[in-house]
T-cell receptor
Framework: NAGVMQNPRHLVRRRGQEARLRCSPM?????VYWYRQLPEEGLKFMVY????????ESGMPKERFSAEFPKEGPSILRIQQVVRGDSAAYFC?????????????FGPGTRLTVT | KNEVEQSPQNLTAQEGEFITINCSYS?????LHWLQQHPGGGIVSLFM???GKKKHGRLIATINIQEKHSSLHITASHPRDSAVYIC???????????FGKGTHLIIQP
């Protein structure tokens, strides 16, 4: 059973470009979480999605960031018009049922560098 | 004040020592997680607790719900245990985790 997959592992974008980060949850998991880890800072929750639904986006910046988890295919975190402050490691995690008492399985992360 | 506080922030110990990392939280939770992150690496879930104590190999995690406190212990520490250990809580009513800042552990041979 493959773990949580994220790609790309490393992404370099120039200021103003778009970044698309992909996350494929573990087989059988329908709950996906995105977290961001800024340099020298702790992890922060961004968004929680189930298939085709955004459940909680309270941690998402109000502008330029969006997330989706379509019926088919991976979850996508999209950052438009990237700025240097977006440089960070972005992790996704998946769980089978959600609800807070569920163990979350983390992907290897995508390291985004904005030049 | 952060909702999840860890101590110590940094810890250096000799191989074989018994290690304790502490986590205190100030919000209601449905579960507490201990995670491990190696430098430049991914995140591994070590434990998820809602009460009592769990043990896996040389790792032991305990939680006291009344005192809002958890500890992670490593027995017979080894250099390969060197990593950042992160405490995270799942708050009742919310599903995303809230994280502590992590404890940087170095085990010297």
């Amino acid at each position: 059973n493959a773990g949580v997959m994220q790609n790309p592992r490393h992404l370099v974008r120039r200021r103003g470009q778009e970044a698309r980060l992909r996350c494929s949850p573990m087989k059988g998991h329908s709950h996906v979480y995105w977290y961001r880890q800024l340099p020298e800072e702790g992890l922060k929750f961004m968004v929680y999605l189930q298939k085709e639904n955004i459940i909680d986006e309270s941690g998402m910046p109000k502008e330029r960031f969006s997330a989706e988890f379509p019926k088919e295919g991976p979850s996508i975190l999209r950052i438009q018009q990237v700025v240097r402050g977006d440089s960070a490691a972005y992790f996704c995690a998946s769980s089978p049922q959600g609800g807070g008492r569920d163990e979350q399985y983390f992907g290897p992360g995508t390291r985004l560098t904005v030049t | 004040k952060n909702e999840v506080e860890q101590s110590p922030q940094n810890l250096t110990a000799q191989e074989g020592e018994f290690i304790t990392i502490n986590c205190s939280y100030s919000v209601g939770i449905s579960a507490l997680h201990w995670l491990q992150q190696h430098p430049g690496g991914g995140i591994v879930s070590l434990f998820m607790l809602s009460s009592g104590k769990k043990k896996h190999g040389r790792l032991i995690a305990t939680i006291n719900i009344q005192e809002k406190h958890s500890s992670l212990h490593i027995t017979a520490s080894h250099p390969r245990d060197s990593a950042v250990y992160i405490c995270a809580v799942a708050r009742g009513g919310a599903d995303g985790l809230t994280f502590g800042k992590g404890t940087h552990l170095i085990i010297q041979p």
